[in-house]
């Protein structure tokens, strides 16, 4: 997946030829670029960036300072490229296009997973990403220390308001579920979306889930109900949850929080690509 995201990215980039690079260089030309740090933040990417040059120029060569998860500083040099000096300027918007944007995500999964240590909450992401890069931005979110919630809709069953409004309920809707699973003997787990106190004695009842999602309840609501959900199922707290309200929820005893601002609305990090001779 992460090679077609590369190869279609390059083929919209480049399309017939990078002519800013075939007009004043030769073909012969090399060169050197280091990827430099202009800001504070948690790099993610490089293994990626490693890939770009290696599809698109197997003759150039990566020397790594910096590994992804590492914290880097204004000036701090990640790794340097070597080789022919056109393969370097074609690929070089992509590879800071994709590692701005994932060391943003890994930057801000970073910053939320430290406000939240000392509680057992654990922080994942959403399938609110943009749409082709999805496993790029889910990397980032491990690479910062999040978890990843379901890849798609093929690798969990996840019953939100919707799903249940229209089968009538919590409970026709797991059960519908589980016999859906038995039926075509597929290995995934279910998760319920609950709007109530009573939807979730519903849902406890019912039995057969994997996880209880609580949906935009405040820490006090979730300080009740949370006591009510046994340990054999887990319990997600995800809406309306903010980096200034995210400790309230983690000291409710959730066992996770998903927060689609990780990948849906971060700021990419200032990265550089600067030639030298």
């Known amino acids: ?15 017939d030829g990078d002519h800013s690079s075939l ?9 050197t670029a280091k990827l430099i740090a202009k800001e504070k933040g948690i790099l993610a990417g490089v293994e990626v960036a490693k890939r770009v040059f290696e599809l698109y120029d197997s003759n150039l060569s990566t020397e790594v300072f910096l590994e992804d998860g590492s914290e880097v500083t204004v000036g701090s040099i990640v790794l340097e490229v070597s080789g022919k000096a056109q393969s370097i300027l074609s690929t070089e918007r992509l590879v800071l296009n994709i590692m701005q944007r994932m060391s943003g995500i890994a930057t801000k999964t970073r910053q939320i997973v430290n406000q939240i240590k000392g509680t057992n909450a654990r922080i994942l992401d959403t399938r609110k990403t943009t749409p082709g890069i999805r496993q790029l931005e889910k990397m980032a979110v491990v690479i ?19 799903h249940i409004d229209f089968v009538g309920g919590v409970r026709n809707a797991i059960e519908q579920s ?5 039926e075509m003997d597929i290995p995934v787990e279910i998760e319920v979306e609950i709007r109530t106190k009573s939807e979730l004695i519903e849902a406890v009842s019912t039995g057969g889930i994997k996880r209880i999602l609580l949906d935009n309840f405040t820490p006090n609501e979730l300080r009740d109900l949370v006591p009510l959900i046994p340990d054999s199922i887990e319990s997600e707290a995800s809406g309306g949850i903010t980096e200034s309200t995210i400790l309230d929820y983690a000291k409710t005893g959730v066992d996770f929080i998903s927060m689609g601002a990780l990948t849906h609305s971060v700021k990419s990090l200032d990265l550089s690509l600067k030639a030298y001779f």
């Open 1 to 15: 997946m992460i090679d077609d995201i590369i190869l279609n990215a390059l083929k919209e980039d480049i399309g």
């Open 23 to 31: 007009s004043c260089l030769k073909d012969t030309d090399l060169g």
């Open 144 to 162: 910062g220390g999040g978890m990843n919630h379901r890849f798609g809709l093929f690798d969990m069953i996840m019953l939100k308001d919707n």
């Open 178 to 182: 589980k016999a859906y699973v038995q």
